[in-house]
């Protein structure tokens, strides 16, 4: 029997997306909604609740708006904005957080996805603040680079208009320090002080890399290079979509430029530890669309649903 599964904001960047991830699944039944019915309210809670999950591809207060439509007990919601991502009362929608996540998720029926920027970030930091290296109180700093997709429509709108001197150079943003991913870094990175955290969009499609700068006098004493790379391949070992790159990895550094790009069209993140013997710069890498947005979410429904995680991903 087919999974009913329905994406509230389809035609999003995101929703696009999970329906191509969707697509070619005999074991998913994908509702869909008239064009004209996009912002009818009944027709949208119709579909909602008679789904098993739910997708939310919506802006923060509009998400809100479809979650409390849903009044079926058994509809699983995976919200892939901002609204619930530090909510107490929803599960945070990593996989990898923690050994009890994939528990959680399973049972849970309000999933919020996590942001492409957050999930690199995280996945960098929890396992070393679990581990002791680095204290939850540290001050850190973090960028992250990433493809134009992830503005969603109006900037790959603005990107593929045409030429526009502006949109050449790579462009920092976030500078009022109010990222809206800085909340849920700090919290599901098991931080006590928000980082300071400057994201930068460049002009190629998709791709992103958040590095995260230590100095290892600042950690717990003794620790080393090497000891970040312990932890870093003990938490995630067996994990299928999070591959440990070899310290200070030569083919990487080869060229001597990191390829941002490097995992895109997959649901994979790429974990780094490049160091000398008093700094480091942690580094994760992945496809801001899958693993940062729509694979993250068609992870976590398979989780959800009790099937193999990595189905169609």
């Given at each position: 029997m087919a999974h009913v599964v329905f994406v509230d904001g389809q035609e999003g960047t995101t929703g696009l997306r999970i329906h191509e991830y969707l697509a070619q699944r005999p074991d998913i039944e994908v509702l869909r909604i008239a064009a004209d019915k996009r912002k009818d309210a009944a027709e949208r809670a119709r579909l909602l609740n008679a789904s098993d999950v739910a997708f939310l591809c919506?802006?923060?207060?509009?998400?809100?708006?479809?979650?409390?439509?849903?009044?079926?007990?058994?509809?699983?919601?995976?919200?892939?904005?901002?609204?619930?991502?530090?909510?107490?009362?929803?599960?945070?929608g990593l996989p990898e957080l923690c050994a009890e996540q994939r528990g959680r998720i399973r049972s849970a029926k309000r999933i919020s996805n996590?942001?492409?920027?957050?999930?690199?970030?995280?996945?960098?930091?929890?396992?070393?603040v679990?581990?002791?290296?680095?204290?939850?109180?540290?001050?850190?700093?973090?960028?992250?680079?990433?493809?134009?997709?992830?503005?969603?429509?109006?900037?790959?709108?603005?990107?593929?208009?045409?030429?526009?001197?502006?949109?050449?150079?790579?462009?920092?943003?976030?500078?009022?320090m109010a990222h809206k991913h800085i909340p849920e870094m700090t919290l599901h990175g098991g931080l006590k002080t928000a980082p300071v955290f400057m994201p930068i969009v460049g002009r190629f499609y998709k791709g992103l890399s958040v590095s995260v700068p230590l100095h290892l006098s600042q950690l717990k004493p003794g620790t080393t290079a090497e000891h970040l790379q312990a932890v870093f391949e003990a938490r995630y070992a067996g994990e299928r979509f999070i591959r440990v790159m070899p310290l200070r990895d030569a083919a990487t550094l080869d060229s001597g430029y990191f390829d941002v790009q490097a995992a895109n069209d997959t649901n994979r993140v790429d974990l780094f530890v490049f160091a000398d013997e008093t700094r480091a710069v942690v580094m994760a890498r992945l496809d801001n669309l899958g693993k940062g947005a729509s694979g993250a979410a068609v992870q976590s429904m398979n989780v959800h649903l009790g099937l193999d995680e990595g189905l169609g991903l």
């Open positions: 919506l802006p923060d207060a509009a998400s809100r708006e479809a979650a409390a439509l849903v009044t079926n007990p058994a509809t699983c919601l995976i919200d892939a904005s901002t609204a619930h991502r530090t909510a107490a009362d929803w599960v945070f996590p942001g492409c920027h957050s999930t690199g970030f995280i996945l960098l930091l929890r396992p070393l679990d581990a002791g290296l680095v204290p939850a109180s540290l001050a850190l700093t973090a960028t992250s680079i990433t493809g134009y997709s992830g503005g969603g429509k109006s900037m790959i709108e603005q990107y593929q208009a045409g030429p526009d001197a502006r949109l050449d150079a790579p462009r920092p943003y976030g500078l009022k």
